[in-house]
């Protein structure tokens, strides 16, 4: 067995809307069916007893090696605690070629689990051995340790609850929601509105004393210190006992409470020193609670117990830590709700406050306290409370966090009990803290979870108002996904345009690059997922248009997880067929219909009802269909009308939208594009983006200013059909790569009038040997004279193999007289060019499209100026 190409799918694909690893398996004639391998399920069920049921892709097809690889993947990150489901395996049109699909959460996690899926199989072959349980133990590992933290992970969780789309912009906590102008971002439990300001105030502990004390909030007496001498003396003033802290500290580090002599003060003075600047507090009374401020609502409360152990008159006091810890539910980190208790020099020195040692055996009921503080990560309890905070006590906690002005606190309160307010019982505010841990709330040791990540999200987004028939926010914007064979760039621009006409500022990708707002941010060919996610991470786009091609969804998916247009103009011969074991048009259509499958519930698919292909997609579409043809009658059209379905086609001279017996018409002498509807192809790409401008909801009025406003121009639009005039004769330059493209252009071509017609023509070399020849069939019924060149970029055919396939497709052709054969480009754009006479017409397809009609624009100026 033999695997070859690996690819994480990192957004909706081919297969499912599922991440998953992808790859190309090839077994051996003796692995195709495990019924010739006498002995291997029985034993990998020895070695991984947890694989489960293993099942073909598809009836009759014999169980391989590739299926036992998915399943084993599968399983292992199932054991390792990964919510994943889906997997498939399929046989491709090559023998014995599998390609084997599995869903992960994380990508590294699924990877890994990929690696080990391999040596298990390895294993059970009679391969080096393999240890199943250190495999688990180590995914187990790397899951906990890339996936998001339990704070970061309840946000998450809430959002996507919400629809809310969501990235990590980081290997970290960092999490952008929503797209574009509507994004918003998080790093763990603080929101891109808190300000660093508000974040260093919290951080220092003396200044967050003074502002609270200042706004009325009850806060302990005390002051930062110099040296142990100057703490002594504080002590005495406030009066013991106190508390030694660094002042700016967290997770509890170097914190000593209930400091009663000199000796005590001095060590708790060195713990704290190790960390920071010193402060010394009066200590207050009570239990420790944390109070959860989320914007201005106490959203949960918990009440934090330090690591305690209670005496039975027989363990020793280490012999009790042991117990506590082998509880299931304590670990080492933060993805269990409970953390093991520590025994360290801090919990010894503890232990001597109280006159034991970690060898005495504690009567019977004695509570021992390991740790003065009671962070969860130091191995205390929390039990939440929120149903018992005074209302008192929680508008302190709000007033507390708006005075240091934090989104999302964590405030720290020491009192007997929050039933009451704070000023009847010594209470009060010890400090407030940026980022705070979520994890005592959402899963706290005792009592019931609270839902705050639901909280930040309604902070972020507002709340839902469901009963006000409202819509919530869900931090979208408006995005439109094109693809097709022809008519892809020209459809998207002038979608691009109508958005922008309409006063939105617009993020665009296609094959020409990325545009926001008008402006070019990138070059080259942006038409895949990772152009698309940028243009969603950019803060000044309202709307997006996407010119979505067949290589990054391969590659890796989509780059969002919904669109509120697809728009599919049409598949015809199909285009680069034979890569990628894409080999018909049937299985092109297969995966240019991902974007189909995910357009949103209320979302549209725009889909060409004369392209049969195309038109069957529109059962995989979750949301509503638009079909266009500008032929009227055409059943599929009739019949969705009928239905009182949306419905664009040309009537007369006009371009019409129907829907039921309302009916918006746009006369095409008003669309320059179109050329008073003279090019057909045009008209068909006008049809798809009025239809698509429909489906977002932009009004009429806008989209017939757009589409009078939008030219066919190198500038607007470079290498689609760009007609230029040189010394009375006309030159169009198109990028057309296809038989279907070439059909559409000899039409466009017969509409416009000329006396000799010429073309200039190279062939890509990565296209199928029949679809060069047949470029230059139809081109030959068509042109007078055929200028055929060859340029730099063979894609791997040998010197002059393309210039032979072009002119075997010329044999016998009815109209050419004349075949030239040049070398490169730019000559052969200058040898057609010298050759015209004025009311000739001459079609140049340019392959480096900037470079050719730089090129040309400058000899047509020159012939104008000369």
């Known amino acids: 067995m033999e695997v070859s190409r690996i690819r994480a799918l990192r957004g909706p694909n081919l ?140 946000i998450v969780t809430a959002a996507a609850a919400r629809g809310i789309p969501w990235r990590r912009l980081t290997e970290g906590s960092l999490v952008q929601f929503g797209w574009g102008s509507k994004q918003r971002r998080i790093w763990a439990a603080e929101v891109d509105s808190t300000s660093a300001v508000s974040e260093s105030i919290a951080q220092d502990k003396d200044l967050t004393k003074k502002l609270l004390h200042a706004a009325g909030v009850p806060v302990p007496l005390g002051r930062p210190v110099k040296d142990v001498e100057d703490a002594w003396v504080v ?194 505010i010890v400090e407030v803290n940026a980022a705070p841990g979520l994890r005592m709330h959402l899963s706290p040791s005792y009592g019931k979870g609270r839902n705050v990540g639901e909280a930040v999200i309604n902070h972020l987004y507002g709340p839902l108002h469901g009963h006000h028939g409202r819509e919530h926010d869900n931090g979208r914007i408006p995005v439109v996904a094109v693809t097709g064979t022809n008519g892809k760039t020209t459809t998207t621009r002038l979608i691009a345009h109508l958005f922008a006409t309409s006063g939105l500022r617009v993020g665009m990708t296609n094959t020409d690059g990325v545009h926001i707002n008008g402006r070019q941010t990138d070059s080259g060919d942006c038409s895949g997922p990772r152009s698309a996610r940028n243009v969603l991470m950019h803060p000044d786009v309202d709307a997006a248009v996407f010119e979505t091609a067949r290589g990054g969804i391969l590659r890796e998916g989509l780059g969002f997880d919904r669109c509120q247009v697809a728009v599919v103009t049409n598949l015809g011969k199909g285009d680069h067929l034979g890569l990628n074991f894409i080999t018909t048009v049937e299985d092109l259509a297969v995966l240019k219909r991902v974007i189909v499958q995910n357009v949103a519930p209320k979302g549209y698919a725009v889909l060409n009802a004369a392209d049969p292909i195309v038109a069957a997609m529109a059962s995989e579409c979750p949301g509503s269909v638009i079909y266009f043809a500008a032929d009227r009658s055409h059943p599929l059209m009739v019949t969705h009308r009928a239905q009182g379905k949306r419905t664009v086609f040309v009537d007369g001279d006009a371009i019409v939208a129907a829907e039921g017996a309302w009916r918006e018409s746009l006369p095409l002498r008003d669309i320059p594009l179109t050329r008073n509807g003279a090019i057909g192809f045009q008209v068909e790409n006008v049809m798809a983006a009025v239809a698509a401008a429909w489906g977002v909801g932009l009004d009429w009025d806008t989209v017939r200013r757009g589409l009078a406003s939008f030219v066919s121009d190198a500038a607007s639009v470079p290498g689609r059909f760009n007609v230029m005039d040189y010394r009375g004769a006309t030159v169009i330059a198109d990028y057309g790569h296809n038989p279907d493209a070439m059909v559409a252009l000899v039409q466009a071509v017969e509409a416009m009038p000329a006396k000799r017609r010429s073309v200039v023509i190279s062939g890509a070399g990565d296209r199928r040997d029949e679809d060069i020849r047949e470029q230059t069939q139809i081109l030959g019924r068509a042109f007078d004279d055929v200028i055929l060149y060859q340029d730099a970029c063979q894609r791997g055919r040998e010197d002059g193999e393309v210039i032979a396939l072009l002119r075997e497709g010329l044999q016998g052709a009815s109209r050419t007289r004349e075949v030239l054969e040049i070398r490169g480009e730019f000559i052969a754009i200058d040898t057609a060019l010298e050759r015209l006479q004025p009311g000739d017409l001459c079609l140049v397809l340019v392959d480096q499209v900037e470079e050719a009609l730089a090129h040309l624009e400058q000899r047509v100026s020159a012939a104008t100026a000369g």
């Open 235 to 428: 002590a005495q003033e406030i009066g013991l006992p106190v508390v030694l802290k660094p002042q700016d500290g967290n997770q509890g580090k170097g914190v000593t409470v209930n400091i009663v002599t000199r000796e005590q003060l001095e060590i708790a003075y060195r713990a704290a020193a190790e960390i920071g600047e010193v402060m010394v507090e009066k200590y207050l009374p009570g239990s420790d609670f944390r109070l959860l401020v989320v914007g201005n609502q106490l959203v949960a409360a918990a009440r934090r117990d330090p690591p305690l152990v209670v005496g039975d008159g027989k363990h020793t006091v280490r012999q009790l830590v042991d117990q506590v810890n082998a509880d299931p539910r304590r670990g080492d980190g933060h993805a269990t709700s409970l953390t093991k208790i520590r025994f360290d020099d801090i919990a010894i020195a503890r232990l001597d406050v109280q006159g034991l040692k970690p060898e005495s055996v504690p009567e019977k009921g004695r509570r021992v306290v390991l740790r003065n503080n009671a962070n969860l990560s130091t191995g205390g309890t929390a039990t939440d409370v929120t149903d018992d905070v005074h209302p008192e006590v929680a508008a302190r906690a709000v007033a507390a966090a708006q005075m240091v002005g934090l989104d999302i606190c964590g405030v720290d309160v020491v009192c007997e009990t929050v039933l009451r307010p704070l000023e009847e019982q010594s209470g009060g």
């Open 15 to 154: 297969w499912s809307r599922h991440t998953a690893i992808e790859a190309i398996v090839a077994c051996t004639p003796g692995e195709r069916s495990l019924a010739d391998m006498p002995g291997f399920e029985k034993r990998l069920r020895e070695l991984f007893p947890a694989i489960g049921a293993l099942r073909p892709g598809a009836a009759g097809v014999p169980l391989s090696l590739a299926h036992v690889l998915e399943a084993a993947t599968l399983s292992l990150q199932a054991q390792a605690g990964c919510p994943v489901t889906f997997s498939r395996t399929t046989a491709t049109v090559e023998d014995g070629i599998y390609q084997v699909v599995v869903e992960y959460t994380e990508e590294p996690v699924g990877r890994l689990a990929f690696e080990y899926a391999q040596a298990l199989v390895a294993a059970a072959q009679g391969g080096p051995a393999f240890d199943v349980a250190a495999a688990l133990k180590a995914l187990r590992e790397l899951d906990e340790d890339v996936r998001l933290g339990p704070s970061t992970g309840s």
